[in-house]
């Protein structure tokens, strides 16, 4: 009975097969980026980039139509031009760089909300918030695999310079280019893997999987290279859950699979072994020192 409530969905439809797809791709190509975003301590500005790229897909939709290509050209070029942006304010001004990713992203959510309420219904501005991830198409998937695979490879590319940054950034900039080199890459990895997830989960739940495993993560493991593994984990069987949610309770699948990743961070927020409510409270009293969650590597 438990077994054919957790696989016959999957066996019977095809919809549900290829959404589980398409989340276990993003799953791979995005929990790993969170873990090293939660390190520099930006995870708002994944969410900031995730509403960034709206207007871009609001406006590859008023000329194109629901053109998966048009749409997701026109997400990849607005969150790039927004962290060049907030990169640009952050170097020239007193203004913090979450705090200017903060004032772009309003102003994108904003901008992107009007351009398709100039053309679509509710109906296609529920879509592009919320995403289809029932509905993925090949071509859908294809592109959402291909990320996947690219930000996988671009992250080890780049794993030991971003370690250092967040270690000692004053270090790596001493060493050359290799610091803005890594960072660019992490920033477009970062945006590539938003896209992809704008097309599934819509633009206001794709940061879900990057920031959810990753946070859930860090209370069981200490290293980087283990927490993304587990992150990878966790965001598939969150993934995985939200769908069988999603179907069987009848209700949107990118909100199912946000709350089943927010249940498991908060299952890890009170049990976790690394710093949870649990190990505090077993923590002896007389040891005033929390346990650091960051790099062992």
């Known amino acids: 009975m438990i077994a054919e409530l957790l696989w016959q969905p999957f066996v019977d439809y095809g919809f549900m097969r290829r959404a589980l797809a398409g989340c276990l791709a993003l799953s791979a190509g995005a929990a790993p980026l969170g873990t090293i975003l939660l390190l520099r301590r930006m995870s708002l500005v994944g969410d900031a980039m995730s509403h960034a790229i709206l207007p871009g897909a609001a406006l590859g939709y008023l000329l194109f139509g629901l053109s998966l290509p048009a749409m997701t050209i026109g997400g990849l070029a607005a969150g790039l031009i927004v962290a060049m942006l907030s990169g640009v304010v952050t170097r020239y001004t007193a203004l913090r760089e979450d705090a200017s990713f903060a004032g772009f992203y309003l102003i994108s959510l904003a901008l992107g909300v009007l351009l398709i309420s100039l053309r679509g219904s509710n109906v296609d501005l529920l879509h592009v918030l919320f995403g289809s991830v029932l509905a993925?198409?090949?071509?859908?998937?294809?592109?959402?695999?291909?990320?996947?695979?690219?930000?996988?490879?671009?992250?080890?590319?780049?794993?030991?310079?971003?370690?250092?940054?967040?270690?000692?950034?004053?270090?790596?900039?001493?060493?050359?280019?290799?610091?803005?080199?890594?960072?660019?890459?992490?920033?477009?990895?970062?945006?590539?893997?938003?896209?992809g997830g704008f097309h599934s989960l819509g633009t206001l739940m794709a940061v879900a999987l990057v920031v959810l495993p990753a946070a859930s993560a860090r209370f069981w493991l200490r290293g980087v290279g283990l927490q993304m593994a587990l992150s990878t984990a966790i965001a598939m069987a969150g993934s995985l859950l939200g769908l069988l949610l999603s179907y069987h309770a009848g209700i949107a699948a990118s909100a199912a699979i946000t709350l089943s990743l927010g249940c498991l961070y908060l299952l890890s927020l009170c049990l976790g072994r690394l710093g949870s409510v649990r190990a505090q409270r077993q923590r002896p009293a007389n040891d005033s020192v929390s346990e650091p969650m960051g790099v062992s590597e």
Do not use: K, W
């Open 136 to 195: 993925l198409d090949d071509p859908t998937l294809y592109l959402t695999a291909t990320i996947a695979s690219l930000s996988m490879l671009g992250l080890a590319l780049v794993y030991r310079p971003l370690l250092m940054e967040c270690l000692d950034p004053g270090f790596l900039r001493l060493q050359g280019p290799m610091g803005s080199i890594s960072h660019a890459l992490f920033m477009l990895l970062l945006v590539l893997n938003l896209v």
